[in-house]
């Protein structure tokens, strides 16, 4: 008797497996957009399907087989118009096993970040071929409209296949020149896992455990970069804190309030130890200061233990680094935890002008902290209150409610 899973369940095990049908696809018939295509639709298959069939007994093997079937219907109706019957005739039957139980997904992280895309457009498609993100999340992570993700992937799945790029790691030399990229999907992806920016979890697990998979792959590949080496502590650091965020109601515990002792001690370990190596042997860059930053939350014991002073003199080296309005954001918390909540807001009067934040819940939500810890509790609920009606994601939204209420 089949199992009938739930969506949940087939939802997670679908974004997982997203990846590891594309690759075999891409190999084995060539033809980025079009395999993509026919992922989906295997996918949108699977999504229909299992639920009421239950899971077939080979998941991965089901999906390729289908997705493998459309693209050969593709191939065919290609070659029909173009009078090419007898290329069509020489391909693999549809029921041969499936492609070979091989990783592809590193591979395919570097064809979505190929330099003939801009850098939008190849962290969109990541998202979406590797990350396992529909269209809506990677909008909301981007702070961009929806229509605005889908333009970029369609653009970025076209200029794949008019470039005619291959599907293979490129050569040694070539690798540096797209980490960049490649380093920030992979942030942006564990960021999607470790606070979702929708939904009722506030972790999605599969998608942070994907990236922190993913980067060690790439660090194997490439000892010698730092900021790969940073983005890999920066992960393990801050996934340590995972089992204390959430209460067992499902309520969201803010970092002063979390039991430490829940925290993974061995996550921390390896991610102090790989981060304090690396800051003495690479060049330092924005990835590994931010893991100097959640290092230094790490090793307090106590929340009024923390080194805020340090905390606020790497921040200030990060947005001399890489500026943005998120580093900005986090830098005024310093600010605030150094010389006061007062100097604090003078400095997110400033910061809100950015358009980027302009509406953001964080930007509330920071603006609500403050106040609280300024004693201006009626202006600190109403900010609360803003920041739980910004939010799409609904352990933040319940936990800015009930700060809210204990005014």
């Not at 299992?50 to 493998?68: C, H, K, M, Q, Y």
């Not at 993913?214 to 393990?236: I, K, N, S, Y």
């Not at 993974?264 to 370990?269: Q, T």
């Not at 909540?341 to 400033?350: H, Q, S, Y």
Request: aromatic share 4%; charged share 25%.
């Amino acid at each position: 008797m089949p199992h009938s899973p739930a969506s949940a369940e087939i939802e997670a095990l679908l974004r997982e497996l997203a990846p590891q049908i594309l690759g075999p696809l891409v190999r084995r018939y060539g033809g980025f957009d079009t395999c993509e295509d026919a992922v989906q639709e295997a996918l949108l298959a699977a999504s229909q399907q299992w639920p009421e069939d239950g899971l077939p007994e080979n998941p991965r093997g089901w999906l390729i087989t289908v997705a493998s079937r459309r693209r050969i219907e593709m191939l065919r109706s290609e070659a029909a118009r173009q009078h090419r019957e007898l290329a069509v005739s020489l391909l693999e039957p549809v029921d041969q096993p499936p492609a070979a139980d091989a990783d592809d997904t590193l591979t395919l992280l570097f064809l979505c970040c190929h330099p003939a895309l801009t850098t939008h457009s190849q962290i969109a498609l990541t998202l979406r071929a590797v990350g396992g993100l529909t269209t809506g999340e990677i909008a909301r992570a981007f702070l961009v409209p929806e229509s605005t993700i889908g333009q970029r992937i369609s653009r970025a799945k076209a200029k794949i296949k008019a470039g005619g790029a291959e599907f293979r790691l490129p050569p040694p030399e070539e690798l540096s020149g797209r980490l960049a990229a490649v380093l920030h999907v992979l942030y942006l992806v564990f960021n999607e896992g470790y606070t979702a920016s929708s939904g009722e979890s506030l972790h999605r697990v599969e998608l942070s455990s994907e990236a922190i998979r993913l980067t060690r792959q790439l660090r194997d590949r490439l000892p010698g970069e730092g900021e790969v080496a940073g983005l890999l502590a920066l992960m393990l650091l801050t996934d340590a804190r995972r089992p204390a965020r959430v209460s067992t109601d499902g309520l969201l515990i803010p970092l002063p309030e979390q039991d430490r002792k829940l925290w993974n001690a061995d996550a921390i370990v390896e991610g102090n130890e790989l981060i304090s190596r690396t800051l003495r042997e690479a060049p330092i860059g924005p990835y590994q200061l931010q893991a100097a930053i959640a290092a230094v939350h790490d090793e307090a014991t106590r929340a009024e233990d923390t080194d805020w002073r340090q905390i606020l003199v790497l921040y200030e080296l990060l947005e001399s680094l890489a500026p943005g309005p998120m580093v900005s954001l986090n830098r005024i918390v310093a600010v605030a935890m150094v010389h006061g909540p007062g100097v604090g807001l003078e400095r997110l009067a400033t910061a809100e002008q950015d358009p980027a934040l302009r509406g953001h819940h964080r930007l509330a939500a920071v603006r609500a902290h403050l106040l609280d810890l300024a004693g201006e509790k009626e202006a600190a609920r109403e900010a609360y209150q803003l920041a739980a009606r910004l939010t799409l994601s609904v352990p933040e939204r319940n936990y800015l409610e009930s700060r809210a209420a204990s005014f």
